[in-house]
């Protein structure tokens, strides 16, 4: 089973609209992170924001937030205003177990190709 | 401040020759890892070192070799080349501790021929 799962392959926003891209995520730990990271097609790998599994309040970093359910296991990000340089690859991660116990890295979806027209 | 720096950031090898990927960074960051990017399939891990001298495998380990003799460096060694190898390789860093994401490098587009 997936445990990083985008549904959208691909989306088409117009400028200055909202756009919410989905991810849903598996795992059996009390204590893991949610990352959401932008990749241009210039290739390099941007961090956007984060969400600590025992964070009360939903992450917020200027037109970037995270809408996070923690019952339902959805980390959905939410583009505000959208703009012409938001068009690129987008992708959910998740960091599970404690740092400092061993295991580490990051688990990735497959992501989600944004596409914003004028 | 650099950063991650991966070099090179382009390389063409021939089936059965093996080589190293670098990656150097300067933050002073316990955590490293590899990730490999294919087509369709995100970023899948390869190798992860948690500090010096401690490494181990990721979900797509077979091929590669890793060590981590101190905290800025972690190479990825591919040991004998294959066309399934062909990827774009990232190198990431991260803190210890919650709440810290991976600063990437700026990757390797290794092509097998």
């Known amino acids: 089973a997936q445990k990083i799962t985008q549904t959208q392959p691909g989306m088409f926003v117009q400028e200055k609209e909202a756009v919410t891209l989905d991810c849903t995520y598996d795992?059996?730990?009390?204590?893991?992170?949610l990352f959401w990271y932008k990749q241009p097609s210039s290739g390099e790998m941007i961090f956007l924001i984060y969400?600590?599994?025992?964070?009360?309040q939903n992450a917020t970093e200027g037109r970037y937030s995270l809408n996070f359910q923690k019952a339902r296991k959805s980390a959905n990000l939410v583009i505000s205003a959208s703009q012409l340089g938001d068009s690129a690859m987008y992708f959910c991660?998740?960091?599970?177990?404690?740092?400092?116990?061993?295991?580490?890295?990051?688990?990735f979806g497959k992501g989600t190709h944004l596409i914003i027209q004028p | 401040n650099a950063g991650v720096t991966q070099t090179p950031k382009f390389q063409v090898l021939k089936t059965g020759q093996s080589m190293t990927l670098q990656c150097a960074q300067d933050?002073?960051?316990?955590?490293m890892s590899w990730y490999r990017q294919d087509p369709g399939m995100g970023l899948r891990l390869i190798h992860y070192?948690?500090?010096?001298?401690?490494?181990d495998q990721g979900e797509v380990p077979n091929g590669y070799n890793v060590s981590r003799s101190t905290t800025e460096d972690f190479p990825l060694r591919l040991l004998s080349a294959a066309p399934s190898q062909t990827s774009v390789y990232f190198c990431?860093?991260?803190?210890?501790?919650?709440?810290?994401?991976?600063?990437f490098g700026s990757g390797t587009r290794l092509t097998v021929v």
């Open positions: 795992t059996s730990d009390q204590s893991y992170g």
């Open positions: 070192s948690v500090g010096a001298g401690i490494t």
């Open positions: 933050m002073n960051h316990e955590y």
């Open positions: 991660a998740m960091r599970e177990g404690h740092p400092g116990g061993g295991a580490d890295g990051l688990t």
């Open positions: 969400q600590g599994s025992y964070d009360e």
């Open positions: 990431a860093s991260s803190p210890q501790g919650r709440g810290y994401g991976y600063t």
